[in-house]
Structures are given as structure tokens and as C-alpha cells.
């Protein structure tokens, strides 16, 4: 299987501040038809996951373009440009290159 | 808009068995991929299984932890997904989500993305 390592993964942000959350496969996830097969899914307090970015760098319908991500291979990172209060949760990757599918352990965002 | 509703989840002692149901709403479910995910209390995400639809030959996978044990089924005349759980251990206790999947990439090039969840179903198995 493949094993998805995320870093931090407790991670208090200021409002308006940066945020990056990374991601490590033990495996590529860069199929030969140049996709990287890595998605990032946000789950609120209280409610269901959510997909935010597909296929290592493009937003979800409806995910704010202050969310963005990036990387090839087995590094991946989730930009969040200013954070803002409504994005604290437990943000997940999750590789779809192949079954089993596997998720990282979560990274938990919370406002300082 | 894309509705998804599970049911069944109980207290059940070790050993014991479960079935699972997840009624969809707002698709063409005949041609729907579907997922099942569960949540241990207070931990990560955990993927339990997939079924691709029958158009795609209706096969399924299944997560490390529950091959052997738990079987996922469809009834695309009731649009619905079942998840069959059998000799459930204490480690089996969770939040269930189903969730249906979409290729956003090429149809058929790896798996598709996890589009619409749920809100779950809680199993608790204990003795």
C-alpha cells in the first residue's frame, strides 16, 4: 500500500497568514499521462469531508483561489494564502493513483 | 444536487455483523462509482472500499484492514450502496461516510475523486 506522510500535524495560523501543509508518498504519483494523482480534502468541526484540489494543483468547484496546490512526484504542499477563520478543520491528501486508496494522517489548522 | 443518505449503523457485539445502506439522489446512479470511508472516534480518515459501476465491470476493492471481512454491493434499481461488514472487531468502530466518486482526469486513469459525502453512519461495536 501506499503510505501518505503529512507534516505538521497540528498547525495554529494567525488570520491573514500563510499557511502550508505537506504531504510525502512512498510511491510516485505521477502517472505517465503527466497527472499527479494526489488530492487534498478539508474537513470542518462537525461536518463531512470535502474535496478542495484535485490532481495535485486544481481547485475543487467553489474552493476560494486563496486555497492553491503544488508538486510532482511524492512531494506535495496545500498553500493557503491568508488564512482565514472559516478554514480551520483537518485538512487530509490522499493519493488516487491506484487501490488501496490512502490518506495522510490529517493536519489539524486551528486559528492562534 | 447530489444527496446521499446512510443508515444502519447500531451497536454490535465483536464478532457480530452489520449491513450498511447508502441511498443516492440526483445522479444517474447506474453509471455511479461509489466509496466507503469511515472514521474511527477522534481519528483520521480510513477508506474502506470502492465499487465502480456496472458499465465499468462492477468490481470492487477493498482497504487493507477489512479485505476478507466486509463486502460492498449495489442495487441500482433503488440507488443505493450497501456495505456488508462481517466479524467486526472493536477497531471497526466509526463514523461510516459513503461518498460518490468522479473522474476529473481521464475515465478509467487511476481512481476518481471523492465529489459528495455523506453525513454518515456510526457503528459501535462493543460487548
Known amino acids: 500500500d501506499i503510505v501518505m506522510t503529512q507534516s505538521p500535524l497540528s498547525l495554529p495560523v494567525t488570520p491573514g497568514e500563510p499557511a502550508s501543509i505537506s504531504c510525502r508518498s512512498t510511491q510516485s504519483l505521477l502517472h505517465n499521462n503527466e497527472n499527479n494523482f494526489l488530492d487534498w480534502y478539508l474537513q470542518k468541526p462537525g461536518q463531512s469531508p470535502q474535496l478542495l484540489i484535485y490532481l495535485g494543483s486544481n481547485r475543487a468547484s467553489g474552493v476560494p483561489d486563496r486555497f492553491s496546490g503544488s508538486g510532482s512526484g511524492t512531494e506535495f504542499t496545500l498553500k493557503i494564502s491568508r488564512v482565514e477563520t472559516e478554514d480551520v478543520g483537518i485538512y487530509y491528501c490522499?493519493?488516487?493513483?491506484?487501490?488501496?486508496?490512502?490518506f495522510g494522517q490529517g493536519t489539524k489548522v486551528e486559528i492562534k | 444536487e447530489v444527496h446521499l443518505v446512510e443508515s444502519g449503523g447500531d451497536l454490535v457485539k465483536p464478532g457480530g455483523s452489520l449491513r450498511l445502506s447508502c441511498e443516492v439522489s440526483g445522479i444517474n446512479f447506474v453509471a455511479a462509482w461509489m466509496s466507503w470511508v469511515r472514521q474511527a472516534p477522534g481519528k483520521g480518515l480510513e477508506w474502506v472500499g470502492r465499487m465502480k459501476s456496472r458499465g465499468s465491470g462492477g468490481t470492487t476493492d477493498y482497504g487493507t484492514p477489512v479485505k476478507g471481512r466486509f463486502t460492498i454491493s449495489r442495487d441500482d434499481s433503488k440507488n443505493t450502496i450497501y456495505l456488508q461488514m462481517n466479524g467486526l472487531e472493536t477497531a471497526d468502530a466509526g463514523l461510516y461516510f459513503c461518498?460518490?466518486?468522479?473522474?476529473?482526469?481521464?475515465?478509467?486513469?487511476?481512481?476518481?475523486?471523492?465529489?459528495?459525502w455523506g453525513q454518515g453512519t456510526l457503528v459501535t461495536v462493543s460487548s
Open positions: 461518498a460518490h466518486l468522479s473522474f476529473f482526469g481521464a475515465y478509467g486513469v487511476g481512481e476518481p475523486q471523492l465529489t459528495t
Open positions: 490522499m493519493q488516487s493513483l491506484q487501490t488501496p486508496r490512502t
